[in-house]
């Protein structure tokens, strides 16, 4: 019979292959099987050498493969001895379930181990010039969903209070809504706001606009999913951001 | 007359050198002058290949070099056609005022790319074993500095009421007052927190405790800074992720 084997949950970063870790790296090169997500950049899977590759992701077109069976491939797959890297956008820690997923093969027995990744908010912010802190102008940085299970909202109206910057995760669909309630929590209609799409890929599209016009922003920009929103004075710096990728691009 | 170089703002990440981005990594062996802060790991010194390395951080006991200097002197290696690699703990744009910094050389006119790291505290929340976000338990993780600018202190009020994870950032030399603070703002005294210091190196150490027993639990366990403070009920997975370490340290 052989021996368990390992589960790496894996944070692919924010989508530029680049900004994978050395310590993903290496694990895709030991993995024998890489489960993928959807938002996961396949060029990433060039360091899968030896590796059966499955996406459970919405890919193709098809429904997302549900998170029990999954967890339950990933299991069934180290107790026959396989090094699993179970590769998620981002961090896995940061809205990914891995939290789930971790709990799951831990009660397993099973060996885990995660890595973690630049999480998409952080990374598209500053691949726009958007420092997420900057000591002129915040606290800090709150990373929030802009969806919730069972229609839970965010506590708008304390956030709002927070003195953070918010990178608002997963809300393009409910921009309207989120917009009018943080306007209803008190932020000023002037307060500047941006909206970066497929963060640091080649296809990165930003723009930077205020409150009160960030719902007609993206439709005139004609910003869509995945995007991350976000909210605070320092959402004032992303032209700057423009501009030095242009500068990059070009040297 | 030689041609402008250009200055890489690089986020070492939260200290495991493997945490280290592909990117970083190429940046470090493209440069002829590292810049480095006392919280990156001397080891990621290793892919500055060709490079000269300056300290300048508070290695060695002297004083930190003050941060007008280190730019002025990035800024004047660059115009006489150097690569420099400005090198920070963590993420330049999260606490790492790598804002600052990068308007300071764009003002210059020089180009400036900056590269995201995992930022300490999400690194250190992953490496014991927290989730920072957990859809059970909140909506959303507040990464927040706890000593802020002229004594202007974070809304912990507000933070209270914001249903998010809080990791405290620089907060170990306040923490009986930030302990109070967060109690007066309703935070139950039963509130899971942990304390994670070193996180992500071989030296890693963390304990987990309640709110009203935090600032007994860093004496008692002799805990210090560089940390990071975690307030919420993820903080209660910690116990796991000590016994993940365990597991993945003998295997």
């Known amino acids: 019979m052989s021996s368990i084997g390992k589960i790496y949950l894996v944070g692919a970063g924010p989508g530029d292959p680049e900004l994978l870790t050395l310590k993903a790296a290496r694990a895709l090169g030991l993995a024998d099987v890489v489960l993928h997500d959807d938002l996961v950049n396949p060029e990433i899977l060039q360091y899968a050498r030896n590796a059966r590759v499955i996406a459970v992701g919405k890919r193709g077109g ?67 010039g958007i420092p997420a802190t900057h000591r002129d102008h915040c606290q800090g940085v709150t990373l929030v969903a802009g969806h919730s299970r069972e229609g839970v909202e965010p506590n708008w109206a304390a956030l709002a209070q927070s003195g953070t910057t918010l990178v608002i995760y997963m809300g393009m669909a409910n921009i309207a809504r989120i917009s009018r309630a943080l306007a209803a929590a008190g932020i000023a209609p002037s307060t500047p706001c941006a909206v970066i799409q497929h963060g640091t890929l080649a296809t990165q599209r930003h723009a930077v606009t205020t409150l009160d016009d960030l719902v007609e922003t993206v439709i005139r920009e ?12 320092v959402a004032r710096y992303a032209a700057q951001g423009v501009a030095e990728s242009a500068r990059a691009s070009a040297g």
Chains 1, 2 share one sequence.
């Open 222 to 233: 004609d910003l869509g999913s995945p995007a991350v929103i976000v909210i605070g004075d």
């Open 62 to 128: 098809c429904r997302s493969t549900p998170q029990a069976f999954i967890q339950r491939l990933m299991i069934r797959l180290a107790r026959h001895g396989k090094c699993v890297a179970r590769v998620k956008g981002g961090d896995p820690f940061v809205f990914g379930r891995g939290g789930e997923e971790r709990d799951a093969i831990v009660a397993a027995g099973v060996p885990v181990e995660v890595i973690p990744g630049i999480t998409a908010g952080l990374g598209g912010l500053t691949a726009a």
